[in-house]
């Protein structure tokens, strides 16, 4: 069974400060995966997508960058962090190539920027 | 590009009153797939049902839902409702490049009082 888990569980931070926020699978090889962010009460905005490793595609960018070291790694981070970057972050994969494929949420990142 | 308009903000609603939420869709994609995911507080999101055939009634835990190509709609419905299910509902869209995410509504926040 696939199992997807995100680090930290929960960051408070200052403005203007660095953040890397962490998203791993296991039980899928090669998955498509994703970087949403949700803020309170809000929509899903999905920030970016990769479909393999070392390729990132950016669907909105809210100052931040993301990364994808690894097959089973997925990585969102910023050099200087805004107030508007609190919000919950998650990381999600699909199930398959197609677009009938289930996706999946990681528990989640709660960010709340001071 | 894709876009899903979910009308309603907030519903509330007695315990044992039927639930109707609103879902309208529009995008170029000639065979769209659309889906219903339900977020409880302080959980991450997680797939309700999902449907890609016209006129097809869909069913879980529940709920369901039918999708009409004809006027672009994938309402959600439930004959009566029960206190848990008090949550966050979004309607998604999942677009023809497949390797991107879902698309999401802005969500329909269910609040079931006894």
């Known amino acids: 069974a696939q199992t997807i888990h995100q680090w930290p569980v929960a960051e408070i931070k200052a403005v203007g400060s660095p953040l890397s926020l962490g998203c791993t699978i296991k039980?899928?090889?090669?998955?498509?995966l994703y970087w949403y962010w949700q803020a309170t009460g809000g929509t899903l905005q999905q920030l970016f997508y990769s479909i393999t490793v070392g390729q990132v595609e950016s669907v909105v960018q809210l100052n931040l960058s993301a990364s994808r070291p690894k097959d089973d790694q997925f990585i969102l981070s910023t050099e200087k962090l805004l107030l508007s970057h609190s919000g919950f972050y998650l990381c999600?994969?699909?199930?398959?190539?197609?677009?009938?494929?289930?996706?999946?949420f990681g528990p989640g990142t709660r960010l709340t920027v001071l | 590009g894709d876009s899903v308009t979910q009308t309603e903000g907030l519903v509330t609603l007695t315990e044992g009153l039927p639930v109707m939420l609103n879902c309208t869709y529009q995008t170029i994609y000639s065979n769209p797939f659309l889906f219903w995911y339900v977020q409880h507080l302080n959980e991450s999101p997680r797939l309700l049902l999902k449907?890609?055939?016209?006129?097809k009634r869909t069913e879980h835990q529940g709920f369901h839902a039918t999708l009409h190509k004809s006027s672009s709609s994938f309402h959600l419905q439930k004959s009566s409702a029960q206190l848990s299910d008090s949550a966050l509902y979004y309607c998604a869209l999942s677009e023809g490049n497949y390797a991107q995410g879902l698309t999401f509504g802005l969500g329909t926040r269910v609040s079931v009082f006894p």
């Open positions: 449907s890609f055939t016209d006129n």
């Open positions: 039980g899928k090889s090669s998955p498509n």
């Open positions: 999600a994969w699909r199930t398959g190539l197609g677009s009938y494929a289930e996706q999946f």
